[in-house]
């Protein structure tokens, strides 16, 4: 079985909803509040800023890290 790989358009992930496959501290449902793009190519994103919808705690990843379907599930589940 072949995995398909994710591809964003910055200005679609901006705001979309994922679930964490290991919720931590009940924190399951998060949503795309920032997106940074490449400082050297404005069409390819660098990071996003995730907040806890449960909380509005909020952290920073590599945006590649949303690709893991180990760890992270688009939308809410």
């Given at each position: 079985?072949?995995?398909?790989?994710?591809?964003?358009?910055?200005?679609?992930?901006?705001?979309?909803?994922?679930?964490?496959?290991?919720?931590?501290?009940?924190?399951?449902?998060?949503?795309?509040?920032?997106?940074?793009?490449?400082?050297?190519?404005a069409q390819k994103v660098a990071q996003v800023t995730?907040?806890?919808?449960?909380?509005?705690?909020?952290?920073?990843?590599?945006?590649?890290?949303?690709?893991?379907?180990?760890?992270?599930?688009?939308?809410?589940?």
């Amino acid at each position: 079985m072949t995995q398909v790989k994710r591809s964003w358009h910055p200005k679609k992930l901006l705001n979309t909803k994922w679930t964490a496959v290991e919720p931590q501290q009940r924190e399951k449902h998060f949503l795309v509040v920032k997106v940074e793009l490449d400082p050297l190519d404005a069409q390819k994103v660098a990071q996003v800023t995730l907040e806890a919808v449960l909380s509005k705690r909020h952290f920073t990843l590599h945006w590649s890290e949303l690709e893991n379907e180990t760890q992270w599930r688009v939308g809410w589940l």
